[in-house]
């Protein structure tokens, strides 16, 4: 009997068992119960004002999920409502993100003390009911006690390079909403295209809008088209949006790039550069040389635009750009030398800050703040100006430590216009490389950091570029699901070390994307791959989300299912080509992957570096330098060790005496992104590691002429340690992309043979 009795208990409580739907990002206090409360027609949304926003987005939302249309009131209901509670709660802190959600067998109700906390509660709520139409959706019961981490939690986006329609902007702002996120950064000025309506100056729009051609395929290919390009935002349109981004409690940061990507500003007025002109809007990404010129004429073009655009934008911050502003002509511009002389200032940085200075006068007169990218520290920080660190976290660091605010946004980890998967299987991107893992494992702040500093880091955004993205589609295909990601580190729930746990749940997350029609990238299910040293060469690791489905060939024929099953670290002591899948019930889900490898004298032996590489491209450490992979040009944030303004100057130790005779290295050369051959590259050889004796010298010009792949030969020698040093080029030559700016120097692979 008491068994029979307990076998009923358990088909009761199964079959009222609701399934878990995944919460990303996950809430900081989370406890499931054991039933399960039942949405059907009769449901009722009960609030205390049945116009209220939240209580009409919820019911709009719960009809597109299961197509039930419920009712809203604001009479009190005892049973089978969600109820939208606004509780009021006096507090020295800001609560007003906060919420608790309760669900039961009776009711649902989300309490907060503001319309944020409860448009939060109201996102999870949505999250946690099933995707499909149905009279009877089962949700779990839970109690949640929910809050973020950061107060700026991020997405830029870049209408400059390829311009978004206004609905498409209205989507991403629901994407942002949609992760708990709070703030849109509107990259709206570029030299490829001014975007936003200035009445004072409509050229700016008639002209700067419209480009004759793009480029097409990628920078190193240097190819157009001539399809013109172009499109702006009316203010009424950036009204509206702005509107429609407060009800979603988004705050839309606009950017206003000066002084340098300004190429489309200026083609519409080039009185306000140093040359005169004329200007065309750019077809070419890079950085480009023509800037503002800091005349009191430009001054006041500049204070009428911001006028108009803190009349459209309530934001405390406003973006005024500040990155990769050429000197070339400020050096050659009479007014900017003897503005330079005037103002007592020592160079053309000073003179840099000067502008920002200025411009930051003007916004906190109208009682704003501005927000610039990391090269606003130098030649001095404006007083009151919060930093963006885009090239690295070295920029947020110095900031915060002089009390300034920072947003955090790494190349390194945050930057979804690199790629998020094998380049070859992936669209055309700037490069880089970014996993969903690696964004997990963000940590806006840095360990450099005291408690009391990194009070000054706000959060964190992802930033996107569009000179590779010329889709809406594709927009979404690199921020997601990198953006879920991101909500979650920004939320604090992120937990690097379970990567597995929010994998599974973004797999089960992908099941949303597929009903709402977004266009995401299901790269994760592509077998990763890591290399480690082993005792006779290396061991090529695989990964995927359930290595038992990975299959691999070493003879270079395409995996099939009854391939070798990936079980442990394959060794790898001779040549070979590994290429690997992933299957899933018999079928194969990913593209293949292919990896060759080139087994040395070097390969798994020890090596060290005077100076570490830069941590944006740091993967595997110097170990990447005799891994046996040749790094693919294409994936320069994995396969190769980036240095910036640095040499690289590496000793291997063979761990015995041997007799070599050729030493080869490969170093990349992308002009687009600051990337050059190094002046020089040195090689040497040592039996003791004290005493070392230069084999050869190779020259830039020798390097570029073998397109940067070195191959040295020279009579047996014996050595027990090799040496080779790569100069950096330095400060980038006038009339090169970056120019002013330091070289990324990006090298891999040491063979010795
Ligand atoms: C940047 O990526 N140039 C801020
Ligand atoms: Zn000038």
Redesign the pocket.
Known sequence: MRILQFFIVLLISNFCLAQKEPLIPMPKNIEYQADSFSLNPNTVIQVADVKAFEALFLKENIKVKTGLDLKITTKPISKNAIKLVIEEVKSVTDLSENYNLIIDKSNIQITASANQGLFYGIQTLLQSIPFEKTKNAKIASVKIKDQPKFKWRGMHLDVGRHFFPKEFIKKYIDYIAMYKMNTFHWHLTEDQGWRIEIKKYPKLTEVGAWRKGSMIEHYNDQKFDTIKHGGFYTQDEVKDIVAYAKKRHVTIVPEIEMPGHSLAALAAYPEFS?TGGPFEVAKIWGVLEDVY??KEETFTFLEDVLTEVIALFPSEYIHIGGDESPKT??KA?S??QNLIKEKGLKDEHELQSYFINRIEKFLNSKGRQIIGWDEILEGGLAPNAAVMSWRGTEGGIIAAKDKHYVVMTPGSHVYFDHYQGEPKNEPIAIGGYTPLEKVYSFNPIPDELTADEAKYILGAQANVWSEYIPTTKQVEYMIMPRMAALSEVLWETSNPKNYKEFEKRIIQHFDFYEKMGINYSKSIFEVTSAVLPSDKGVAFELKSPNPSGIRYTTDGSEPVLNSFSYTKPISITENTTVKANYFEEGKVKSATIEQDFFINKSTGKKIELVAPPHENYSIGGSFTLVDGMVGNPSKYGRDWLGFWGKDLNATIDLGATETISKIKINTLLGEGSWIYFPKEIQFLVSEDGKNFKTIQTISQKEISQKGGRIEVNFPKTKAKFVKVIAVNNGIIADGMPGAGSQSWLFVDEISIE
Do not use: E, F, I, S
Request: one cysteine or more; a positive charge; hydrophobic letters at 10%.
């Open positions: 140093c010129c800091p002509r400020w511009c007014h900017c």
